[in-house]
């Protein structure tokens, strides 16, 4: 026994991948007030066991560290789950007999609201009022995409929005009309406001419900940490700020406020002011998210050369850049030089150079700063800019369930590049081989909050419910296991500042830990994505446990 006592929980006989900076393997952890105290060997924690230890023995199962997930929406993931969820359905009619079915449970909602359908499931991407209007004619519907580009609104939500014919479209955004000019149903990127705006607030009592859900969901996942990818005062701050200050938010969570796009810099004073005031438990409010460009297939991603029509022809639209790119580079300057991290939102080519512009603009002002930038989703990259990662110190931060060949690549996306451009996207190994640091995330509700399957598309370059159906997508772009669970946890952990803490299994470290069900390393044990967690741990203290952790 060590002088200092018996350790409180031990894991052993497993493989622990302890992703520090030599990417060793152990077989055992010990754990002492929430920390790591032994990492090694079985016979490394042998000597910590003591009556009251808490001893698990991992029968060759997997150890890993807590995954981070660096760009995420939990609280319109859980209130999404309380409301008209589409999320997982296929098909127009799947999608109208499960709103009709909401409709008639739910007969007291002044408005049908809900997310997660799919742009795939509809001509051209564009879903019309008319087959809402069929089952919910007499209350306005409100349905975000699950990617939260597109609204889908019936006939009811237009008029009493006010928006006709004669709306003019927004800057930001694009109303898709019939051919006589009236409202189609559709409402692109900033124009969901025209009846977003209306919609009634979310109640407190909603958004902290939909936080504490999610927050389950994730540590189910294996999730200990994640940044927020935006935080406004009246929805996702109030949620935190609520859950943080009961002692509930077990999750080391990142804040990236959101920056208004009809706004200019007078709103960084309003800023500064809430990551001071807000800041609390485990939430911090330290990053800024600044939406950049909208997405690929609905033509609002911001590309250098434009997009093809249907006979491969370029058409006029090069998408949106939603912030003047040259005001962008104050903007960034002035947040950098204010400690804040800017977190990007940008799809297309054009829109992550803007973004790199603005970090270039920020360290020839500022000269070097620990703000750790980063650009998310990051799509479509010019060769040109891969080694500009590097260079300006911005982290790469990547989606890859979306890195495979579905309906959304191959028949919205790929026929609107053409086949140079194809090529760039989701250049993951470009980005590790010119010396970018990765961090992963999922977008959840837009996709999968699940790391494992998130994973397996890094490694695979093919979504398991297309494996053997599809060819892997840029299979020159794979990446290996050990780099993609590094992207998870090594790289999440260093975009929230939290190296130090979390994101390797190290002595000292907090003992977030999570327990696979398997030896995720052994490819014979099956598909990444079939691989379950069984436990997750956050400073030693289960937050999730399985039934199978005990078998």
């Known amino acids: 026994m060590t002088l200092d006592g018996p350790a409180d929980l031990v894991l052993r ?3 622990v991948a302890t992703m520090d900076a030599h990417r060793t393997f152990a077989s055992a952890v010990a754990v002492r007030g929430g920390r790591i105290v032994a990492v090694g060997g079985d016979a490394a924690v042998r000597d910590l066991i003591g009556p009251r230890t808490r001893v698990i023995e991992l029968r060759g199962r997997s150890v890993t560290p807590g995954f981070g997930d660096a760009h995420v929406h939990p609280v319109g993931a859980g209130v999404g789950r309380l409301r008209c969820d589409l999320t997982g359905a296929h098909g127009v009619d799947t999608y109208i007999a499960r709103i009709a079915s909401y409709a008639t ?20 991407g564009i879903p019309h009022r008319t087959d809402l209007d069929r089952v919910v004619p007499d209350r306005p519907v409100y349905l975000d995409s699950r990617d939260g580009h597109t609204a889908w609104v019936n006939s009811k939500a237009l008029e009493m929005a006010g928006v006709t014919a004669d709306t003019l479209d927004p800057d930001d955004g694009r109303i898709e009309r019939d051919a006589d000019g009236h409202p ?7 124009a969901a406001d025209l009846v977003g705006r209306i919609l009634p607030a979310d109640t407190p009592e909603e958004l902290v419900a939909g936080l504490r859900l999610a927050q389950a969901e994730l540590h189910s996942l294996g999730i200990t940490t994640w940044q927020d990818a935006i935080v406004t005062p009246d929805r996702e701050e109030m949620a935190y700020t609520t859950l943080a200050g009961r002692g509930e938010l077990t999750g080391r969570v990142v804040g990236a406020l959101w920056w208004d796009r009809t706004r ?3 709103q960084i004073d309003e800023l500064i002011d809430r990551r001071g005031r807000t800041a609390i438990g485990r939430y911090a409010p330290t990053s800024v998210k600044l939406m950049q460009d909208g997405v690929l297939e609905n033509g ?8 093809l029509d249907d006979d491969g022809r370029p058409t006029r639209n090069r998408g ?18 204010l400690g804040f991290q800017p977190h990007f939102h940008a799809i297309g080519d054009r829109a992550v150079r803007e973004a790199l512009d603005a970090v270039a603009a920020a360290r020839l002002a500022n000269g070097p700063t620990d703000t750790r930038p980063h650009i998310a989703h990051i799509q479509v990259i010019h060769p040109d800019d891969i080694g500009r990662f590097r260079e300006l110190g911005v982290i790469a931060n990547a989606q890859p369930y979306w890195a495979c060949h579905e309906a959304q690549m191959d028949e919205l996306t790929i026929p609107r590049l053409g086949p140079e451009r194809t090529t760039w996207q989701y250049p993951f190994a470009s980005l590790l081989a010119a010396g970018a640091t990765l ?3 999922s977008d959840w509700a837009v996709s999968t909050a699940d790391p494992l399957l998130e994973m397996e598309v890094a490694v695979d370059r093919i979504v398991d419910y297309h494996r053997g159906e599809r060819p892997p997508f840029l299979p020159e772009q794979r990446l290996d296991l050990i780099e993609a669970l590094a992207a998870f946890t090594n790289g999440t952990a260093r975009v929230n500042h939290l190296e ?16 696979l069900d398997r030896d995720l390393f052994d490819r014979a044990a099956g598909a990444i994505g079939e691989a379950r967690v069984v436990a997750t741990f956050i400073d030693g203290v289960p937050v999730h446990e399985a039934p199978a952790l005990e078998v």
């Open 13 to 15: 006989g497993g493989r």
């Open 105 to 124: 449970t739910h007969p007291d909602e002044a408005w049908i609201r809900g997310d997660g359908w799919s742009m795939s499931d509809f001509p051209g």
């Open 184 to 190: 189609g149903g559709a409402l692109q990127e900033g």
């Open 264 to 266: 200019g810099a007078e």
């Open 300 to 307: 609002t991603g911001g590309l250098l050369d434009p997009y």
């Open 320 to 337: 949106l850049s939603m912030i003047d790119p040259e005001a962008l580079k104050g903007y960034v300057t002035r947040l950098d030089a």
């Open 439 to 441: 961090a992963m995330g």
């Open 500 to 515: 130090q803490d979390v994101g390797s299994i190290e002595i000292g470290k907090a003992a977030d830990l999570v327990v």
